[in-house]
C-alpha cells in the first residue's frame, strides 16, 4: 500500500529560526515528489516538485531535498517568518492520477 | 488558489439532506478532482474527471455524486448516504488528463458541518 508519513506532526520555532520537515514514503513506482503549503482554512499551494532525478528543489528560502534511494525527503525553511505558519504537505506520485498525501506538519512560527 | 473557486466558503447542513458543493476553474484544464481533507489525515480523493461527461470514483466515494457538464464546472453533491459527510473539501484540477504528470491546483475549499 502506497502511503506517505511525515514528521513531526507540528513543531514550534521563533521567527528567525531555520526548521527541517521530514517525508518518508513507500509509493511505487515513484514519479515525482511535491511540497505544498497550505495555510489554514485555505488550498494548498505548491511549493515545489522533485523527480527522481532531483536532489535538491529551491523555492525562495524553502529548500527540497530528495533521496530517492532510502525513499526520503526534506523540506528545510530559512530564516523563518510570521508567514511561514502553515501546514506543510508532502505528496508523492506513482505516475498516474493517483496521489498520495501526507498528513502534514503543522508549523507555528512565534515572534 | 489560482482560478479555481469553490462556493460557499462554509456550509451547514441537517443530517438527512443532500447538499452541493460547487466548484469554477478558469484555468482550461481537462482534469478536476474533489478531495476530502480530516484533521490528522492526508487528503483523500472523492471522485475525478479527465474529460467532460466522464467522472471516475476515488477511494472514497460512497455517499458522494459529481457530474461534468461542462469543462469549468465540476459539482459534488454530499448525500444523505454518506455517513460522516463533516469534513474540508477540496475541489483540484490539472491541465493534463494523467494528474500526476500535472500540477494540481487548488481551490480554497468548502468547509461543511453536519449536525
Known amino acids: 500500500k502506497n502511503q506517505v508519513e511525515q514528521s513531526p506532526q507540528s513543531l514550534i520555532i521563533l521567527e528567525g529560526k531555520n526548521c527541517t520537515l521530514q517525508?518518508?514514503?513507500?509509493?511505487?513506482?515513484?514519479?515525482?515528489l511535491r511540497w505544498y503549503k497550505q495555510d489554514t482554512g485555505r488550498g494548498p499551494v505548491s511549493l515545489t516538485i522533485m523527480t527522481f532525478s532531483e536532489n535538491t528543489k529551491s523555492n525562495g528560502r524553502y529548500t527540497a531535498t530528495l533521496d530517492a534511494d532510502t525513499k526520503q525527503s526534506s523540506l528545510h525553511i530559512t530564516a523563518s517568518q510570521l508567514s511561514d505558519s502553515a501546514s506543510y504537505i508532502c505528496?508523492?506520485?506513482?505516475?498516474?492520477?493517483?496521489?498520495?498525501f501526507g498528513a502534514g506538519t503543522t508549523v507555528t512560527v512565534r515572534a | 488558489d489560482g482560478g479555481i473557486t469553490q462556493s460557499p466558503k462554509y456550509l451547514f447542513r441537517k443530517e438527512g439532506q443532500n447538499v452541493t458543493l460547487s466548484c469554477e476553474q478558469n484555468?482550461?484544464?481537462?482534469?478536476m478532482y474533489w478531495y476530502r481533507q480530516d484533521p490528522g489525515q492526508g487528503l483523500r480523493l472523492i471522485y475525478y474527471?479527465?474529460?467532460?461527461?466522464?467522472?471516475q470514483k476515488g477511494d472514497i466515494a460512497e455517499g458522494y455524486s459529481v457530474s461534468r457538464e461542462k469543462k469549468e464546472s465540476f459539482p459534488l453533491t454530499v448525500t444523505s448516504a454518506q455517513k460522516n459527510p463533516t469534513a474540508f473539501y477540496l475541489c483540484?484540477?490539472?491541465?493534463?488528463?494523467?494528474?500526476?504528470?500535472?500540477?494540481?491546483?487548488f481551490g480554497p475549499g468548502t468547509r461543511l458541518t453536519v449536525t
Open positions: 505528496v508523492v506520485s506513482a505516475g498516474d492520477y493517483k496521489l498520495s
Open positions: 474527471s479527465q474529460i467532460v461527461n466522464d467522472f
Open positions: 517525508c518518508n514514503y513507500t509509493v511505487s513506482p515513484f514519479s515525482n
Open positions: 483540484a484540477s490539472s491541465i493534463g488528463t494523467s494528474g500526476a504528470a500535472y500540477e494540481q491546483y
Open positions: 484555468l482550461n484544464h481537462d482534469a
